[in-house]
Nanobody
């Protein structure tokens, strides 16, 4: 099973930018980012096809967040711009054997999560 390690979380002010990274121990068909805010269910944020690099996003982050991957380094990134307080959550990276995966059940491997806090 693929092992995943996230990094890059932190405390930022509204409007600022943050970049998350996820290093994988091996390749997958698709990888994605989820987030879980306090008191809420974990939700899909963005995904990317490892081969081809096709990206897909949850509607509330499209245009502000950009997902990318570096195949040579087995690393995925999430560039988050114009951050809002409602983006505050623990962010998880995940790996899937299914193409264009968006549901939790489609992801077989998960990272430990990294906290993102957006507050003035």
């Amino acid at each position: 099973q693929v092992q995943l390690v996230e990094s890059g979380g932190g405390l930022v002010q509204p409007g600022e930018t943050l970049r998350l990274s996820c290093v994988a121990s091996g390749p997958s068909v698709a990888m994605g980012w989820f987030r879980q805010a306090p008191g809420k269910e974990r939700e899909f944020v963005a995904g990317i096809m490892w081969i081809g690099g096709s990206e897909y996003y949850e509607s509330r982050v499209r245009g502000r967040f950009t997902i990318s991957r570096d195949i040579a380094k087995n690393t995925m990134h999430l560039q988050m711009k114009s951050l809002k307080p409602e983006d505050t959550a623990v962010y998880y990276c995940a790996a899937s054997r299914s193409p264009v995966a968006t549901r939790e059940i489609e992801f077989e491997a998960w990272g430990q999560g990294t906290q993102v806090t957006v507050s003035s």
